[in-house]
Structure formats: structure tokens, C-alpha cells
């Protein structure tokens, strides 16, 4: 167990609708950082934020947005969803403020887009 | 440009038999770090190493090895004496320097089977 949680665990939906992501970080940890891994593309990087502040970008999409609460947890949010959409997203933290930490893995999120 | 290649997509041996899986990365950077993740059935992702380029020593972490070779920019890692549940997706990555776009790329991952 990494001590990162991620809800939900599964999430169906139609095209065209919004859903919201949720990942609360390690103990501690002040970054966290939202991957996509689907079947075409592998892993991705999508988006970092270090304590409340984004940090870094990597390729997400204009219908996708993400923040970071006081808490510390984070959301992202994915819009206007389409079938290709359909993929695991991964929450990770790490305590520092870049990639080169050491990160911790949520279980994901398998989102599925019908 | 940063890049990960894992060759090896697939690789299936018979319990007890050593693997090694293959990792080579491209970078402009003399500070870079690597990381070598497990991604079982269950689907989580585990970290399992992380290596700066400053430290070029191998390491064993007891059925786990890794070679570092910055000469031939490989980071490859070895299971000795393999076991079914090291059956899992095995992932490389590489992050470079902070003052840099700071991403990390990860490698297409290798399947490993490991069979009883």
C-alpha cells in the first residue's frame, strides 16, 4: 500500500459528460501528479502541482484541468469525454517538487468512456 | 529529447531462471535520474529503484539487480532466481534535470511471465 488513495476505483460514462477524479497524496507529500496510461499511448505524464500551485504540464489536453487543494488532495477534472478517453489514471505524490522524487502510486482510476 | 526504450515487450521464462529486462534512454543531460516501477496484474504501480547519473554502481536488492552503464546509456534490471509472483509489467523511466521542463518519460514497459 503506497498511501496514496484514488477515488473511484471504476467509472463508466458516456461521450460528451464531465467526471472528476480524485487522488489524496502520502502523508506529507506537497506534490502531486496525474498520469493516463492507455493501450495507444503507454504512460503519460499529464499535469504535477506542488502544494496548491501547478508545476509542471505535460500532455494534457484543453478538456482536462486538474487543482490541488488546501488539503493537499487533487482532482482532475476531464471534459466533453470522448471513446478515446478511456484509460487508467494514475495519482502519484512525492514530497519534493520535481520528477526526479521518488514518487508513490495510487491504485488509479479505470475510467471508461461508452 | 528525452526518450525510454524498453526493446523487450514480452518476455516469458520458467520459475528459478534469472531475466533480465533491457532499458536504454536517450538525454542531452549530464544530471538525470532513472527509475525502474512493477506494474503486477492488480494494476498498481510499485517504485522498485531510483538512480542518479552521478552514481554509476550497481545495485542488489536481494533478487533484484541493477545495471547501471552510462557508457552505453543502458540501466537494464535483473531477477535472479525468478519467482511467479515477479510476474508483472516492468517499467523504466527517466527524469532529467529540475532547471529543465521537468517531465518524466516512461518506456513502452516489458511483460514478463513467469512460469511455474
Known amino acids: 500500500d503506497s498511501g496514496v488513495t484514488q477515488t473511484p476505483k471504476h467509472l463508466i460514462t458516456a461521450t460528451g459528460q464531465r467526471v472528476t477524479l480524485r487522488c489524496s497524496p502520502r502523508?506529507?507529500?506537497?506534490?502531486v501528479y496525474w498520469y493516463q496510461q492507455s493501450l495507444d499511448q503507454g504512460l503519460q505524464f499529464l499535469i504535477q502541482y506542488y502544494n496548491g500551485e501547478e508545476r509542471a504540464k505535460g500532455n494534457i489536453l484543453e478538456r482536462f484541468s486538474a487543482q490541488q487543494f488546501p488539503d493537499l488532495h487533487s482532482e482532475l477534472n476531464l471534459s466533453s469525454l470522448e471513446l478515446g478517453d478511456s484509460a487508467l489514471y494514475f495519482c502519484a505524490s512525492s514530497l519534493g517538487t520535481t520528477h526526479t522524487d521518488t514518487q508513490y502510486f495510487g491504485p488509479g482510476t479505470r475510467l471508461t468512456v461508452l | 529529447a528525452q526518450k525510454v526504450t524498453q526493446a523487450q515487450t514480452e518476455i516469458s521464462v520458467v520459475e528459478k531462471e534469472d531475466v533480465t529486462l533491457d532499458c536504454v534512454y536517450e538525454t542531452r543531460d549530464t544530471t538525470y535520474y532513472l527509475f525502474w516501477y512493477k506494474q503486477p496484474p492488480s494494476g498498481e504501480l510499485v517504485f522498485l529503484i531510483r538512480?542518479?547519473?552521478?552514481?554509476?554502481q550497481n545495485e542488489i536488492s536481494g533478487r533484484y539487480s541493477w545495471n547501471f552503464q552510462k557508457s552505453t546509456s543502458s540501466f537494464n534490471f535483473t531477477i535472479t532466481a525468478s519467482q511467479v509472483v515477479d510476474s508483472a509489467v516492468y517499467f523504466c523511466a527517466l527524469s532529467e534535470a529540475v532547471w529543465r521542463d521537468d517531465k518524466i518519460i516512461f518506456g513502452k514497459g516489458t511483460r514478463l511471465h513467469i512460469l511455474p
Open positions: 502523508s506529507g507529500d506537497l506534490s
Open positions: 538512480r542518479n547519473s552521478f552514481d554509476e
